[in-house]
């Protein structure tokens, strides 16, 4: 059998689905500021998927080390929440930078550098994009 490259890359983070005055939010108890929101709580569950793969890689670009998902019942509730219920979020788990050459039209780069701090990050940002429309 071949391994499934993909479920090897995938990891499950807690997430905590509470009531806001404005709709729902969404945090994960592993990661310090990693949130998302909704007006329902599906809308703020399905937005808390994007979320977490943003903050992954904000880490992974940052250099900071992403911590192993703590099961999800091995998370204590917090009664000063407002706590309506629990998921786990799957996204992949980022992986190591590569260097690589690429070849792009000099005037497509140039548009780029004007609107991107970091010309790598926002064509990562860009390819991430499109992969998702795709799935």
Known sequence: MV???RRE???HFAAIIERASDGFSVYFPDLPGCTSAGDTVQAAAANAGD????????????GDTVPEPTPLDAIERD???SEIGRILVATERPG???RLSI???????GAIDRVAANRSG???EAARAALARRS
């Open 122 to 124: 926002f064509l990562a």
């Open 9 to 11: 890359m995938e990891v």
């Open 79 to 81: 009664i000063e929440s």
């Open 103 to 109: 070849t792009m039209d000099e005037a497509l780069i």
């Open 3 to 5: 391994p499934d490259r």
């Open 96 to 98: 190591k930078s590569i």
């Open 51 to 62: 979320a977490l793969a943003f903050h992954l890689a904000g880490m992974t670009e940052d």
